[in-house]
């Protein structure tokens, strides 16, 4: 199965909402394997591999964020996939 991987970051009120938690919950459920962080600019950053039909899904959640967030604008990239991940974790 073909691995896709994404860099995105997120802007808008994503800190201190729970952002990174639900996150790695979406990331979890589709079977992606990645990390997220917050960033020093009040934004939530990270990357996400995986089939790109879950990835399409994942990128539909990062929209919408939990409900105490509200998402301005999301960035994604394509970016090279890495071998040897076997989770999704937020720091």
Known sequence: MSQTRIAFKVHGTVQ???????????ASKY?????VKNTS??????EAQG??????KFK???????????VVKVETDDIE??????????S
Do not use: I, M
């Not at 201190?16 to 979406?26: A, D, H, L, W, Y």
């Not at 996939?81 to 937020?90: H, I, N, V």
């Open 60 to 70: 539909k959640d990062l929209n919408e964020g939990p409900s105490a967030a509200h």
């Open 81 to 90: 996939a890495k071998s040897g991940e076997s989770s999704f974790s937020a």
């Open 41 to 46: 600019d009040d934004k939530v950053a990270g």
């Open 16 to 26: 201190g909402v729970n952002f990174r938690s639900f996150t790695e919950k979406q």
């Open 31 to 35: 079977g992606l394997t990645g990390f």
């Open 51 to 56: 089939p790109t039909e879950a990835l399409q």
